[in-house]
């Protein structure tokens, strides 16, 4: 009969399973957790590097309007006394829309004494446009009095900028303030954003100017300051072209002007450019810093898509669950085992407790037996055992005979008999 096994041994086998499964469950969620944080840090790179290519690429755009201003300033080194129709031949020989995506137009702002405005206009009206035709109508405007004027006196296209020749740029603080800027510095400067004129859905626009001087009278002397030429430059189609570049991949990205470089603390942002509003994939967000033209630009970038590929959105699951199916397997084969050897534990306490049992029986026969038993040991002839009736009858008591071997009782001619009656190397001798 099989023995009773009590519920709590029962449980204890399959707690090296258990054991084990929760361990490979543990270590399958700290792979996962390893791998997300892995494939995070993969995803934050390649956002960093990408915002990094567009910052990059946008302060290269905006410095190679320095390389157009300084061949337009050549104009005015050469002849301070530069004509209308040479400026803007020289302009159209530029081809900006295709050189130059978010340029506008390029221009010369003219530094006037007030005193000098009507003889200005005066002439200003009788330089005629490369095609021959006269600006008749060219007035300083809005028409307030000012000590000193600065006025946009030749511009290149005049299509699209219908009131800006004329355009007195008091009018204009931010455009007015690096103007200002330039001639103090002799440097390229980028004013604040500012509205443009135009059919555009976003007017915002900067100006980036480079001051014009006349030759000094002599070594040490500053120029005459005669004005600046400058381009205005409407910030989104800059954005657009690069885009079209293969900039700004799976980004979106709003662009402020904070404010003089150097300022501290930076003012107020005002939006040169912001993309559709779009929440960040993954929670990434990063800024970054660049300086136009004396001004700090912020740049706030936001992934509009994940830089991971599906392959690499899905591994960390994948190694989990594969952790997992490992687990699973171990705890089914450890289990296995654990109950096999539990099998074999109680086959073998069962076929000892059958052993003593049959020994118990065995014993009891061969003392109360009615015949002489004895137990012999058949490669020594030693008798291992005796009961009383076999003692009775030979004679002897049991430490003797434990002390005797078998030939010492038998007679030769029934030792040949009695030896084929061998069973399991032990002979039982019955008298």
């Known amino acids: 009969m099989t023995p009773f096994v009590p519920r709590h041994r029962s449980f ?5 399973g258990l054991a084990l499964a929760l361990a490979g469950c543990v270590a399958s969620y700290l792979l996962w957790q390893q791998q997300t944080s892995s494939m995070q840090a993969v995803a934050q ?8 290519l567009f910052a990059d690429a946008l302060q290269r755009r905006m410095e190679s309007h320095a390389d157009l201003l300084q061949g337009m300033r050549g104009l005015f080194t050469v002849n301070t006394q530069l004509r209308r129709a040479d400026f803007e031949h020289a302009a159209s020989e530029l081809s900006l829309a295709h050189s130059h995506p978010g340029v506008k137009n390029i221009n010369f702002t003219r530094h006037v004494a007030g005193a000098a405005r009507q003889a200005f206009e005066a002439h200003a009206r009788s330089d005629a446009h490369m095609d021959g035709s006269l600006p008749k109508d060219f007035a300083i405007h809005p028409g307030q009095q000012q000590p000193n004027y600065y006025v946009v006196d030749f511009l290149w296209p005049q299509q699209g900028n219908a009131g800006v020749p004329g355009l007195e740029i008091h009018s204009v603080p931010a455009a007015l303030e690096a103007l200002l800027r330039a001639r103090d510095t002799g440097a390229m400067t980028t004013s604040a954003p500012f509205e443009l004129t ?11 100017r480079l001051p014009v001087f006349a030759a000094a009278p002599g070594a040490g002397q500053a120029g005459r300051f005669l004005g600046a030429v400058g381009v205005s430059v409407r910030v989104a189609d800059v954005v657009q072209s690069l885009r079209g570049q293969g900039q700004l991949q799976n980004l979106s990205v ?3 002007d904070i404010g003089l470089a150097g300022a501290v603390p930076p003012v107020p942002g005002a939006t040169l450019f912001q993309s559709t509003a779009e929440p960040a994939v993954g929670g990434l967000v990063r800024t970054q810093d660049v300086l136009v033209g004396g001004r700090r630009w912020l740049l706030d970038f936001r992934p509009t898509a994940s830089f991971l590929s599906s392959q690499e959105q899905r591994l960390p699951g994948l190694l989990a669950l594969g952790g997992l199916l490992i687990t699973a397997l171990l705890a089914v084969t450890v289990n296995m085992l654990v109950l096999r050897r539990a099998r074999a534990l109680r086959d073998v306490q069962q076929v000892g407790a059958a052993l003593v049992d049959s ?13 002489g038993m004895a137990q012999v040991d058949t490669k020594t002839g030693g008798l291992l055992r005796v009961n009383q009736k076999f003692c009775d009858l030979v004679g002897y008591a049991k430490p003797e005979l434990q002390q ?8 030769a001619e029934d ?3 009695r030896q084929l009656r061998v069973d399991g190397g032990v002979l039982d001798l019955r008298v």
């Open 12 to 16: 204890r086998h399959w707690l090296p």
């Open 45 to 52: 790179a390649r956002f960093a590097q990408e915002t990094r």
């Open 198 to 208: 135009g059919p555009y859905a976003d007017r915002t626009g900067i100006m980036m």
């Open 254 to 256: 709003n662009i402020s």
């Open 359 to 371: 020994e118990a029986r065995f014993s009891a026969v061969f003392h109360q037996a009615a015949v």
């Open 404 to 411: 005797l071997h078998f030939q010492d009782i038998t007679v």
């Open 415 to 417: 030792l040949f008999t």
